[in-house]
């Protein structure tokens, strides 16, 4: 809850973008030099027995760039501004900082806020929505986190540039923040500069990123430690995605990729009454153990394949993934994801959620070849939409005439100019910072239904990451029966919670202060 009756709570005046300075008339206005605008409040949470109290700072920092022009250093030059929302505990002494953790998170898109990780997992409040089969109606509601990573960590949420209120400065362009590079450097300046102006360099330090946020945070945990010589002490991996070769059919050739999303389609297949006399888990290690071996020979083989060979893999993949053998022989043995969520219930006229396949919606049409909605992003944007633009102005206190963007079209086309002629893969990184520092520690959450970052494919990826059997042991994997958002479904929200807390505290030697 909010106490509104601390002096910090009093509302800002509202936030906008740089102005300008009115000319005279000798020559034209003059842009104003953009400042922070951020505003603090103070709150309370009940876990437990437990109140904990502690500080919110909302609102955005410009971030700058050191200008060299023909090798001559020209300023330190406000490039974007950047919005975030810092919690931290007010009962920390100041020795307490070496053992008081502090969590960076992000979401990914690209083009993502962080308001999903924010308002769904790991803040003092949370949305309140419903699930599938009792999705709540509109105006919906938040309330407290009881769960919050706030119990044992510090919380920074950072929007990075063009998301959320983030936006480049007035005259300025968003273009080179819109791509792999240029993102990363951003958000880990930011990250430096937090920790420098609050005295947090000698704490334990975690990033925790979503979906693209992963991929993110891998790279970052290299570029930290080698821009910055920042070592963390972990990081938090949610539905992964290291390596995007993984997961991109690539007009549907990419047989890595098809094989990988086949025990994934047998999950939802099963969660849809496909399989209704077998278990999920052995549906799902049929299908792992086929695709590992057999489906890859098979999709190898093309042509070569005998006409028994063929109707055998047709057979199996149609009966593991819930669709026609007909559908399996006309796709030439590769099932593509978009077109499958639109296959899979098509004689029920429904289509299923991408994000989430635990939710299903209907279709606009039951002879289109692919989904036209994904109806598990419809349940939950409403929801998040109304909690966030609520809470920052009425609990927070922070006043902005910006549209909250929690998903940037504008970002697009995404720029990966760095990776041209490889692939976009940053697993080398992850690698990297790992021999570097040997306390790294890294957490992997999968959700069984989730259709953007299917388990078997990051699964895959970290198999193959060049480490030491001492190495890969300091990485832990966690599966929760819900999709991309698998804090959407209540019982996995409360089971993740528990699991990151006890992995900062494990990865911090952290004693939790507050």
């Known amino acids: 809850m909010t106490d509104s009756s601390s002096p910090a709570a009093t509302p800002p005046a509202p936030a906008a973008e740089s102005a300008a300075v009115p000319g005279d008339a000798e020559g ?17 949470v009940q876990r437990g027995e437990q109140t904990l109290s502690y500080t919110a700072t909302t609102g955005r920092v410009v971030l700058r760039e050191e200008v060299y022009e023909d090798g001559v250093f020209s300023g330190h030059t406000a490039k974007a501004e950047v919005s975030f929302t810092a919690y931290t505990v007010e009962c920390l002494a100041a020795e307490d900082v070496h053992t008081r953790p502090v969590t960076f998170a992000f979401n990914g898109g690209p083009g993502s806020s962080s308001v999903w990780l924010h308002l769904g997992l790991l803040g003092p409040r949370r949305v309140v929505m419903g699930d599938v089969g009792a999705l709540l109606p509109p105006p919906y509601d938040l309330a407290d986190n009881a769960e919050t990573l706030l119990g044992d960590s510090d919380l920074v949420f950072l929007d990075p540039v063009s998301t959320g209120y983030s936006r480049a400065v007035t005259g300025g362009k968003p273009a080179p923040y819109h791509g792999f590079q240029g993102d990363l450097e951003s958000v880990a300046e930011v990250i430096r500069l937090w920790c420098s102006r609050n005295g947090r360099w000698m704490s334990p330090k975690f990033l925790v990123g979503e979906s693209y946020g992963t991929l993110r945070a891998a790279a970052l945990a290299d570029h930290l430690q080698t821009r910055y010589g920042m070592y963390l002490n972990g990081i938090m991996l949610i539905s992964s995605v290291l390596d995007l070769s993984s997961i991109d059919f690539e007009g549907q050739r990419n047989d890595r990729a098809h094989a990988a999303y086949l025990p994934f389609y047998a999950a939802v297949a099963h969660r849809h009454g496909k399989h209704p006399d077998r278990s999920l888990d052995e549906v799902v290690a049929e299908a792992e153990a086929y695709a590992a071996l057999d489906y890859p020979w098979a999709l190898t083989r093309g042509s070569r394949l005998s006409a028994d060979e063929r109707a055998g893999v047709v057979a199996t993949v149609a009966r593991l993934a819930g669709v026609s053998e007909d559908y399996v022989d006309r796709a030439d043995l590769r099932i593509e994801h978009w077109r499958f969520f639109g296959e899979l219930l098509r004689e029920q006229r429904l289509t299923v959620g991408r994000l989430d396949a635990r939710f299903t919606g209907p279709a606009a049409s039951s002879i289109a070849e692919s989904m036209d909605a994904d109806p598990s992003f419809d349940a939950i944007v409403g929801p998040y939409a109304a909690a966030m633009n609520h809470y920052v102005r009425a609990e927070l206190r922070y006043e902005s005439d910006l549209h909250y963007e929690q998903i940037a079209e504008r970002v697009q086309p995404w720029s ?26 890294v957490h992997v959450a999968y959700g069984t239904y989730d259709g953007a970052t299917p388990p078997a494919a990051a699964d895959e990826v970290l198999a193959k990451l060049r480490l030491t059997e001492q190495q890969r042991a300091r990485i832990e994997h966690r599966t929760y029966p819900a999709g991309h958002m698998m804090y959407v479904h209540e019982p996995s929200r409360i089971a993740q919670s528990a699991d990151l807390a006890a992995f900062v505290r494990r990865a911090s030697g952290s004693r939790s202060s507050g």
């Open 28 to 44: 034209p206005a003059k842009p104003v030099e953009p400042k922070d605008e951020v505003v603090t409040t103070r709150h309370t």
């Open 416 to 441: 990966f100019k760095d990776f041209e002629g490889k692939p976009i893969d940053v697993s080398p990184r992850l690698e990297r910072a790992m021999r570097a520092n040997p306390h790294l520690q």
